[in-house]
């Protein structure tokens, strides 16, 4: 209607037009022809507009030179900020002993995870490579002897038979068998290898992020304004500090509901094949450990090294007892997940598991920490959006019968 008002006054008149439109299309015509850009105002604001696009470019290329360079050493600080958060509540415990000595209190809490972590993993690595060395010098003495399967065996259902029969031969002509399967015990070999050598290099940049993790803790507290300074930026000032909390207490969380209940069942499932004398114990253990990390069931482990002690040693009182204690012992990540995973977190404990679950997918082991505190996160401010309606909103609801 408004585009049609100059011709109506080039036709008709001034004055006949203003007549025909009436006072309140007369406002809206005065107020549209007060917003017609000048030929100036249009130059200034395409200046501004191609300043700001100018701007924003160098910004986005800075930010990708930076990034780029930052890359190598991505995944060692977030580590160390993982590491950083999940041992800052012990320096807070010990800063009223020492007092308040922050950078004293962050090496002394380093060397103790050092020797804590060194220890285990050593005592793991001896165990690990005796095994093998014992391994290996029984294949070159060809002294290497695989009792005879049970007449049992074969009465299993669906696979009886065939683990029968391949166990059967393995007891009697191991050579033939493992020639026959060498390309296979090759591939796993390498396998192995390549698997050993990613651990120790994971290792090692375990061991660097400690050390940077421990820089942070002696700076912590500004370490966690500036969280708060940028989250509040990202999010607003009143979600900022929430939700620094609650990336924290996530990063705990997932610490002692995963990693943790992992070591725990790796050093309960590893004494008892120890005290049992299983073969490769060390190698055992460690694979709980894998297992734990990456969400698995230690069953799936725990199942058939039962059995095989029960086949190899028959039933007695002493196979029994471990049989028990394994099975218990790898089902209990099943009952400290929901006590330990959620705990002090303001998030329900599905969305930390579902995280964590589909982090370890999507990032492997640091995905495991990124899933839930992104997901946790994402919650927390998707609830907050549908809680915090306009008033408006809130009052035709209430006035609706």
């Known amino acids: 209607m408004h585009g049609s008002v100059p011709y109506v006054r080039s036709a008709l008149g001034d004055e006949l037009a203003d007549r025909l439109a009436g006072p309140d299309s007369r406002s809206d015509m005065a107020e549209e022809e007060s917003m017609l850009l000048t030929p100036i105002t249009e130059r200034v604001m395409s200046k501004a507009l191609l300043d700001v696009l100018i701007r924003a470019g160098l910004v986005a290329v800075l930010a990708i030179f930076c990034f780029r360079i930052f890359v190598p050493f991505l995944n060692l600080m977030v580590w160390a900020v993982i590491l950083a958060t999940t041992l800052y509540p012990l320096q807070v415990r010990l800063r009223r002993s020492l007092d308040g000595k922050d950078g004293l209190i962050a090496t002394l809490i380093i060397f103790v995870a050092f020797a804590v972590i060194l220890v285990p993993t050593f005592m793991l690595g001896a165990a690990v490579a005796d095994s093998i060395e014992n391994m290996m010098a029984i294949?070159?003495?060809?002294?290497?002897?695989?009792?005879?399967?049970?007449?049992?065996?074969?009465?299993?259902?669906?696979?009886?038979?065939?683990i029968y029969d391949f166990w059967q031969q393995a007891s009697t002509d191991l050579a033939g068998l493992a020639q026959k399967f060498a390309p296979q015990l090759k591939d796993a070999a390498l396998v192995v290898l390549t698997t050993l050598t990613g651990l120790g290099a994971g290792l090692l940049v375990f061991f660097i992020a400690l050390i940077v993790a421990g820089i942070l803790m002696a700076h912590g507290e500004k370490g966690y304004y500036?969280?708060?300074?940028i989250a509040s930026r990202i999010s607003g000032p009143e979600n900022g500090p929430q939700i620094a909390d609650l990336c924290t207490s996530t990063i705990r969380a997932v610490a002692q509901g995963v990693v943790g209940?992992?070591?725990?069942q790796m050093l309960l499932i590893g004494i008892g094949f120890v005290v049992m004398g299983v073969p490769g114990a060390g190698l055992l253990a460690l694979a709980v450990l894998l297992i734990g990390i990456m969400q698995l069931p230690a069953t799936l482990l725990t199942v058939p090294v039962i059995a095989f002690v029960i086949v190899t040693e028959g039933v007695s009182t002493a196979?029994?007892?471990?049989?028990?204690?394994?099975?218990?012992a790898g089902l209990a990540d099943n009952v400290l997940k929901p006590l330990l995973l959620g705990r002090g977190v303001a998030v329900p404990m599905p969305v930390v598991l579902?995280?964590?679950?589909g982090g370890m997918v999507t990032g492997?082991?640091?995905?495991l920490f990124i899933g839930p505190v992104m997901l946790a996160v994402g919650y927390q401010l998707f609830w907050r959006w549908v809680k915090d309606q306009p008033a408006t909103e809130n009052i035709g609801?209430?006035?609706?019968?």
Not at 139 to 162: F, Y
């Open 319 to 328: 196979t029994i007892i471990f049989s028990i204690y394994i099975f218990v």
């Open 261 to 264: 209940i992992a070591f725990i």
């Open 139 to 162: 294949v070159r003495n060809g002294s290497l002897r695989i009792p005879p399967p049970a007449e049992s065996v074969s009465n299993w259902p669906l696979v009886g038979q065939r």
């Open 354 to 357: 579902i995280g964590a679950l």
């Open 397 to 401: 609801a209430r006035e609706q019968p």
């Open 226 to 229: 500036s969280a708060v300074q």
């Open 364 to 367: 492997g082991v640091i995905g």
